[in-house]
């Protein structure tokens, strides 16, 4: 099993983005996500400066891939587009419709992003049809729905194994509102929020996580201490945070080479988790539900 390390989904600043991805190249991950995936507002890395990351991590050894925007909403958010779908050297993820029909257009292998809501195994299929070499599950997939996807010979599954969950996006953007901005005149709030804006319910509990136009779980995603009922994965997904991600790595790194328990896991991680963890989702519960490593 092979680990990625998905697209970074908050805004950070241009030093902190380039210093994350110059640490990321010695990191033990196999694949690397670059990539704005998240808001087309948010611009101080430009394609131009994505693929010089591309080429770096490439020449240290990792597959790249770019990943593409889940909401297109202007004709400049699809001039952008076509230049990532025609960059010519690196794997795209697609995270639209338009994305997959622009590779599968081309004839170009692409990834299916988990915002493509792949639900049941005739569109998988069709998916496979169409060029897709590797798909992400939907957030929310249990392992029971999983273990019933019926994946198409030649294609490989990705599944988001740590990090909060990405559950919806909107053409509105709930980081400004919350600063009572207009979304065109955000002022870019989400830099000071290099983890997200976090929502608690009035019990005080970790409820959302506000991230610009995406909305997160308020508490960690984590299967860590579940490796062995991954079946049927070929990668895991780790979301990037802004501190001691080389930590999470090496801790999954050592789970897969079984170097690790994974009943220890969860304490290993304690320490460097942004928040609460969870694990509702796979097991078929509520998302926020966590159940540990001793509960099957």
């Known amino acids: 099993m092979r680990l990625s390390l998905g697209p970074l989904l908050y805004y950070w600043s241009r030093e902190d983005t380039l210093d994350f991805y110059a640490a990321a190249a010695d990191w033990p991950v196999d694949i690397v996500h670059l990539g704005e995936a998240v808001c087309s507002r948010r611009h101080l890395l430009r394609l131009p400066d994505w693929l010089d990351l591309a080429a770096r991590l490439a020449d240290a050894g990792k597959e790249v891939v770019l990943s593409t925007l889940p909401l297109i909403e202007s004709e400049s958010d699809l001039k952008a587009l076509r230049k990532v779908a025609g960059n010519g050297r690196y794997r795209v993820e697609a995270n639209d419709y338009g994305a997959v029909r622009l590779l599968a257009a081309a004839g ?20 496979r049809q169409m060029g897709a070499v590797r798909w992400v599950p939907p957030v929310e ?3 029971d729905a999983l273990a019933r996807m019926s994946v198409p010979p030649g294609m490989q599954t990705e599944l988001f194994a740590y990090g909060r969950l ?9 980081t400004a509102r919350h600063y009572n901005l207009q979304k065109d005149d955000c002022q870019f709030k989400c830099l000071d929020h290099p983890d997200g804006l976090n929502l608690r319910s009035r019990e005080g509990e970790d409820f959302l996580t506000l991230n610009g136009i995406q909305t997160q779980s308020g ?8 490796l062995g009922e991954l079946t049927g994965v070929d990668v895991l997904r780790l979301s990037p945070q802004s501190r001691h991600m080389g930590r999470v790595v090496e801790v999954f790194r050592a ?10 896991a969860p304490s290993q991680l304690d320490r460097v988790i942004p928040g609460t963890p969870c ?6 519960e509520a998302g ?9």
């Open 288 to 296: 926020m539900a966590y159940q540990g490593p001793n509960h099957h």
């Open 255 to 264: 789970l897969l080479d079984g170097d690790a328990d994974p009943a220890v």
């Open 108 to 127: 170009a292998p692409f990834v299916a992003g988990p915002t493509l809501n792949v639900y049941n195994p005739d569109t998988l299929a069709l998916f």
């Open 141 to 143: 997939m249990g392992r």
């Open 219 to 226: 508490k960690v995603h984590s299967l860590a201490h579940r």
């Open 166 to 174: 990405p559950l919806a996006y909107s053409a509105r953007c709930f």
């Open 279 to 284: 694990d509702g989702y796979w097991l078929g």
